[in-house]
């Protein structure tokens, strides 16, 4: 039997196997090295996206997390959970985004909730060099967002776009807020309920209150209150946050004060819809406030008999598009999008139950000739012709 008496006798009788059976030897190195390899990487297989995703961030010290231009409730419910986790990892992050809030819905979301947002206009706004994207893949609206590396990237939204260190795009998930709260559950974080403290669940890391609202409500918002593009990870992660979700902040968000514009940008759309079988389209002229143009076509695709709209409105001589469809036969993104690009300086696209895009005016450098102006009757024969598959 081979079983040297001491460890420098081991090692003798070691150093002689190696030198007469040196293939044997390799063999056997490959062999642990390539368990030892498949074990990690199973470990690593098996760990939740939460893990991975908290490990990341405590290898940091400071993040940027930088939401789409114009934040929706969404990607602000999840810019506050990525916070929230860092933040309790003692990694200072900050809230930036670039455009404007501008949805009486989205200005509430962030004043109820005290949020701090940092817009931005130019890539050297940015807060830290680790970018973290919420709710899109790719950073734009802002100069220098195509020389943007993100770090990591948490999102629903289909897109090509990914994180140096850490992608997680769920393309079957109905909000980024289900995806971020599924990170609080990965690692064990108990939600603080409303008339509790922190220190009261006795867990090393807690959902706040403020977090699970936020999370809820972008949940809700994203699916239609989990009637639309809603999967089960959705209503799992609605459970999950509920406990520490405030009523009341819950209930000043989702019924905010009412803008004037929108409502009478809202009665335009329906007086002046243009209708063709099932299919509506409205255009409602000059407005002030362009996010009442969206929700006119939320509103107008509440009319019976009307299974897909598109409403048109023009401000600062940039015509703005926002369609809604209910209709499996009409995806709204792509029908948008088929006829902006017919369009000179058209871009459109969007999901296939929601879409949008612009026509930016044309601009004469010698500032001698006039704007070319768009045809808005061409224009909405073409969209109705695209809702209807005819492209």
Do not use: C
């Amino acid at each position: 039997m081979w079983a040297p008496a001491t460890v420098s006798g081991w090692l003798s009788e070691a150093e002689t196997f190696v030198r007469e059976n040196p293939e044997l030897a390799a063999t056997a190195v490959l062999g642990a090295a390539f368990v030892l390899v498949s074990t990690y990487a199973f470990i690593r297989a098996r760990r939740p996206a939460g893990e991975e995703f908290r490990r990341l961030l405590a290898d940091e010290s400071e993040i940027a997390v930088l939401m789409h231009p114009n934040p929706d409730p969404d990607a602000m419910a999840a810019a506050i959970g990525v916070s929230s986790l860092a933040d309790q990892l003692d990694v200072d992050a900050t809230i930036q985004y670039p455009g404007q809030i501008r949805h009486q819905e989205n200005r509430a979301f962030r004043t109820v909730l005290d949020l701090e947002l940092d817009r931005i206009d130019h890539v050297s706004d940015l807060a830290a060099e680790t970018v973290v994207l919420v709710d899109h893949n790719e950073a734009r609206g802002f100069a220098g967002a195509d020389g943007v590396l993100p770090t990591a990237v948490v999102d629903h939204h289909p897109g090509d776009g990914r994180g140096e260190e850490f992608t997680d795009v769920r393309t079957d998930y109905g909000a980024t807020a289900s995806v971020v709260a599924e990170y609080f559950d990965d690692v064990g974080a108990v939600p603080v309920p409303p008339d509790k403290h922190a220190s009261e669940t006795g867990g090393d890391l807690v959902l706040s209150t403020r977090a699970a609202t936020g999370l809820l409500y972008g949940i809700l918002t994203d699916t239609k209150h989990l009637t639309v593009g809603a999967s089960e990870p959705d209503f799992a992660s609605a459970a999950y946050v509920y406990p520490g979700v405030d009523q009341d902040r819950l209930d000043r968000i989702a019924n905010p004060a009412v803008d004037a514009e929108v409502l009478e940008v809202k009665a335009r759309a329906i007086a002046g819809r243009q209708i063709e079988g099932s299919f509506a389209v409205a255009d409602v002229g000059g407005v002030n406030n362009v996010d009442a143009i969206p929700q006119a076509a939320d509103e107008l695709i509440q009319l019976e008999g009307v299974s897909a709209v598109v409403v048109i409105g023009e401000r600062d001589g940039t015509i703005h598009l926002s369609g809604r469809s209910r209709d499996d036969r009409v995806h709204m993104g792509n029908a948008i999008d088929s006829v902006l690009s017919e369009v000179t300086n058209g871009n459109g696209g969007g999901h296939s139950r929601m879409g949008g895009g612009t026509i930016t005016p044309e601009v004469d450098p010698t500032g001698e000739g006039e704007a070319e102006t768009v045809d808005r009757d061409g224009l909405a024969d073409a969209l109705f012709r695209a809702m209807a598959g005819d492209v």
